[in-house]
């Protein structure tokens, strides 16, 4: 059977099977601490994604400063995974590291506001052009909330959103698209309603398949990101969010545009970088320097729009209007704190400026790795992030990022890397650069990477005919 890739699955499986044996000999305390944790930790780790890496057993941290971090054993890693975007400005920014000490004295939580939830607010509203914002306590809170006040406001029930989406866990994301059919994502667990009934599926880029989708003039919202991340990197044609935007307001749908990955593009995300107009923003991870949090800001006639839906609610049920929305560490004092530091002192135009020259050498050198050793893959950018694809062209949606895929040889090269003192997101070949992130560490995973392909394809047929 032939891969995407164009590299045989046996030549996978040996060079596999001894990155494997190197692992185990080079991390015994992490081999420990695995050992001892599946009698306390359902699956062995605090999240279950936190066994989905390469390694035979879970690489356990000590420690973490910048675009470093330091293992149980004592080995240094240089880290282009930042945890998944979590860590984007870097791991304890000095900034952000003084604002927990400065608030951890002052109160952690109290279900109040200080000045720094109103510097904040105008921060955002400066640096994202929208007025009026609210904070949560993650992306998929966020990503929840605003979908609700979607449905509020237009009496709407349907949710769209494009095939092979991120949103965090939000329930009505958890759809795909089938020949044309909305079903659940697979793997989906303990859902107990069909969400094909409240959400529909279309491919990103397809414009006729979006427009078919609103016709009906039933949804409430589109919620998508501007650049899709979670499948593998698709960027959108040239004029398609245009359209996407025409087309919504056409049909009296709202636009949801979710920055939390795309906030690599620069200090105001695609939205400002691309001039986009969405009714909500949405951003979690990395908003308050790796702190939990997020935020979601709207349009004067959003807010507007919002006062009425909860007067509605309130006299509709005799209730307050906001059931369903908030969590009592929401917006709590720390959060807010480090939240002003991070916006303030570390996403700065200057951080990004960095980033963005150091993701665009990455990027170059990658095109020039795969001529070299004459794969067909491809890389594509946005921003600080760039990604190796297993296809000769960048995929232009979900399934064609998905049909890229090749499991077993992604987590093959990712181990090589670990063993090697490197990481990079687990999911697929995703690299993030910090504000700490040097030319010798991007010149080191392109050396190393080189390397590990150079190995790989020196296994007897290799290459796929």
Known sequence: MSTSSGISEQAVSTFTARERERFLANNPTSAALAERARHSLFGGVPMHWMSDWSTPVPLFLAS??????????????????????????????????????????????????????????????????????????????????????????????????????????????????????????????????????????????????LEAALASRDVAALIMEPAMTNIGMVLPEPGFLEKVRELTRAYGTLLIIDETHTISTGPGGCTRAWHLEPDFLTLGKPVAGGVPASVYGCTAEMAQAMQLARQHASEMTHGHGHSGMGTTLSANALAMHCMRANLEQVMTDAAYAHMLALAARLAEGLRRLIARHALAWSVTELGARCEFQFCPQPPKNGAEAEAAFHDSLQMALHLYLINRGILITPFHNMTLCCPDTRDADVDRLLETLDQALGELLAIPGAREA
Request: net charge neutral.
């Open 64 to 209: 973490a400063q910048g675009a470093r971090f330091h293992d149980v054993d004592g080995h240094e890693y240089v880290d282009f995974c930042l945890g998944d975007t979590g860590s984007m400005f870097g791991h304890s920014p000095a900034p952000v590291a003084r604002a927990i000490a400065e608030q951890a004295g002052n109160g952690l939580t109290t279900m109040l506001p200080g000045e720094d939830a109103v510097v904040c607010g105008e921060l955002l509203a400066a640096r994202f052009g929208l007025p009026y914002w609210q904070v949560a306590a993650t992306a998929t809170d966020a990503n929840r909330y605003v979908i609700r006040w979607a449905r509020a406001i237009t009496g709407r029930k349907v949710l769209l959103v494009f095939d092979g989406c991120y949103h965090g866990t939000v329930d009505d994301v958890m759809v795909r698209w089938r020949d044309g059919v909305t079903t659940h994502r697979p793997g989906l667990i303990g859902q107990a309603r069909n969400l094909a009934k409240t959400s529909r599926a279309v491919p990103f880029n397809d414009l006729a398949a």
